[in-house]
């Protein structure tokens, strides 16, 4: 198992910035991507940003441009930097490790921190 402890939501108004943090604990080896995931009320939990073992990144295309993920290995440390906010940009972020486990994919959440953006 991966612990996963989130931190750095809270209000912002739009245009703003905010940096979410996930620290990671536990299985780490065994770890091959970090992903950031949001889900708004009433809708789906959606992939925001991902980083890979080797240092990819992606992003969903909503966000391109103003999100920017990055990790700290040494600190175990993956961050979220958030520019340019938007009111739809509000949303609980989730924080997920992507690992293999017995052979097979597995993924560990964070519990989430809210993001929310006033216009």
């Known amino acids: 198992q991966v612990q996963l402890v989130e931190s750095g939501g809270g209000l912002v108004q739009a245009g ?3 940096r979410l943090s996930c620290a ?3 299985s780490i ?4 991507a970090m992903r950031w995931y949001r889900q ?5 939990r959606e992939l ?3 980083i890979s073992l ?11 441009g103003r999100f920017t993920i990055s990790r700290d290995n040494a600190r175990n440390t993956v961050y979220l930097q958030m520019n340019s906010l938007k009111p739809e940009d509000t949303a609980i972020y989730y924080c997920n490790a992507h690992k293999i486990s017995s052979g ?3 993924d560990d959440w964070g519990q989430g921190t809210q993001v929310s953006v006033s216009s």
Do not use: E, R
């Open 16 to 18: 703003g910035s905010l």
């Open 24 to 26: 990671a604990s536990g």
């Open 29 to 32: 080896s065994l770890i091959n």
């Open 40 to 44: 708004a009320p009433g809708n789906q």
């Open 48 to 50: 925001v940003a991902s």
């Open 54 to 64: 080797g240092g990819s990144t992606t992003y969903a295309d909503s966000v391109k």
């Open 104 to 106: 097979s994919w597995d």
